[in-house]
């Protein structure tokens, strides 16, 4: 037992005397300074034809209005100057008027394709939604690369449903009063709000 005494000391003394004669080693450093990220600005502008928003009386079963169009800017204006890309997505609300009209209200909705034109049926033009306008899906991506062909993707630059900083696609839209509608909505109107939603586009 002594001998194991003994022993256990001599090894605690050896680990106290190579503990005592560390060295020193010589050390450098390097650093990075000044990391900074700062956040990117998103803005949206939009414009449209003198024949929006659209106001038309008189309208009848199978009436269909002249070709109008929106304009949706990624902000073309130094002054609300945007750096981001974004998707454009775009929705259709009843707001007010009557219920029974609405369910008779037809929008075709389409891009201008390869020019700003919407009445020449250019091979560019795709349409975006072509019946009722309660059928319209809220927040269908209309910056989507089916859709149109000016704003982004010509050059390869971004993924196919944004809109780049500084660019614009035009939305073509004309409505109507279906063939269907009857008797009861004589006399009546309804009102809707067009909606463009941006958002941003991280892939």
């Known amino acids: 037992m002594r001998k194991i005494l003994m022993s256990l000391v001599m090894v605690i003394a050896t680990v106290v005397l190579v503990a005592g004669a560390t060295k020193s080693v010589f050390s450098d450093q390097e650093e990075i300074a000044d990391n900074t990220i700062s956040t ?3 803005a949206l502008t939009l414009n449209h ?17 002249d ?4 304009d949706i800017f990624n902000a073309p204006f130094p002054a609300v100057a945007g750096q981001l890309p974004f998707e454009a997505n775009m929705s259709i609300n009843k707001t007010g008027g009557s219920d029974a009209l609405w369910n008779y209200i037809r929008i075709e909705m389409k891009t201008s394709g390869n020019d700003s034109d ?8 795709k349409t975006i939604h ?3 306008a309660n059928t319209f899906v809220n927040g269908t991506v209309v910056s989507d690369i089916a859709y149109w062909s ?3 993707e010509d050059d390869l630059s971004g993924p196919p449903d944004n809109i780049r900083a500084g660019f614009t696609e035009r939305i073509c839209q004309r409505v109507g009063v279906d063939n269907s509608a009857d008797n009861t909505v004589q006399g009546q109107s309804v009102t809707f709000t067009e909606v463009v939603d941006a958002v941003q586009d991280n892939d």
């Open 150 to 152: 000016l704003a982004n």
């Open 49 to 65: 034809s003198a024949g929006k928003p659209f106001s038309i009386d008189n309208a009848y079963p199978g009436f269909v209005s």
């Open 40 to 42: 990117g600005t998103l």
């Open 67 to 70: 070709w109008e169009y929106l």
């Open 130 to 132: 072509n019946g009722l």
């Open 118 to 125: 919407c009445t020449n049926n250019d091979a560019g033009e």
